[in-house]
C-alpha cells in the first residue's frame, strides 16, 4: 500500500471514529428532545423493569468484548515498545471497526430501554459506556498504530 493510500485508509478510520461516537451523542439529543415533549410518554414500568436486566448485562457484555477484541486481535500487532506493526492499514481498520460497532450497540440498547419507557438518566449510563469504550480503549490504539506506520514509512 503506498503512503496516499495509507493516508486515505487513515482519514477514513478517523471519520468513521468521529461517525460513531458522535452518534451516541445523537442517541442522546433525540432522547432529551423526547423527554421535553409535553406529552407523557405512555410506559409499561413492568416491561422496563422486565427488560432492564437483559439490556444491561448485554451492554457490559458488549463492551467487555468490544474491549477484549481490541486486546486479542490488535493490541499486540500494532507496534510500540519495539513490537513491529503486523496488520495492514485495512486490517487495523477492519478490527477497529468491529470493536466501534460493539462499543455502539450498548448505547443502542440504552437507547432501546428508553424507549420502552427508562429515564435520560439511565440511557445517559448506557452512551457514557460507549464513549469511554471508545476514547479509552479504541482511540489510544488508534492513534498508537497510525503514528507507528507512519515512522515504519519513514524509515
Request: hydrophobic share 55%; glycine share 6%.
Amino acid at each position: 500500500m503506498n503512503s496516499s493510500q495509507a493516508k486515505s485508509v487513515r482519514m477514513t478510520w478517523f471519520i468513521l471514529f468521529a461517525a460513531l461516537t458522535f452518534s451516541v451523542v445523537i442517541y442522546g439529543l433525540l432522547c432529551f428532545i423526547m423527554e421535553q415533549d409535553p406529552k407523557p410518554r405512555t410506559i409499561n414500568p413492568a416491561t422496563v423493569a422486565q427488560m432492564r436486566p437483559f439490556f444491561i448485562a448485554a451492554a457490559v457484555g458488549v463492551l467487555l468484548v468490544s474491549v477484549a477484541w481490541m486486546r486479542f486481535r490488535v493490541d499486540s500487532k500494532i507496534g510500540g515498545e519495539g513490537r513491529a506493526v503486523m496488520l495492514t492499514p485495512k486490517q487495523f481498520q477492519a478490527d477497529s471497526i468491529v470493536a466501534l460497532a460493539l462499543s455502539e450497540a450498548c448505547s443502542v440498547f440504552g437507547l432501546t430501554l428508553f424507549f420502552l419507557g427508562a429515564p435520560l438518566k439511565e440511557f445517559a449510563l448506557f452512551a457514557l459506556g460507549t464513549l469511554v469504550v471508545n476514547f479509552a480503549f479504541i482511540l489510544p490504539r488508534g492513534l498508537q498504530f497510525w503514528a507507528t506506520h507512519d515512522r515504519r514509512g519513514r524509515i
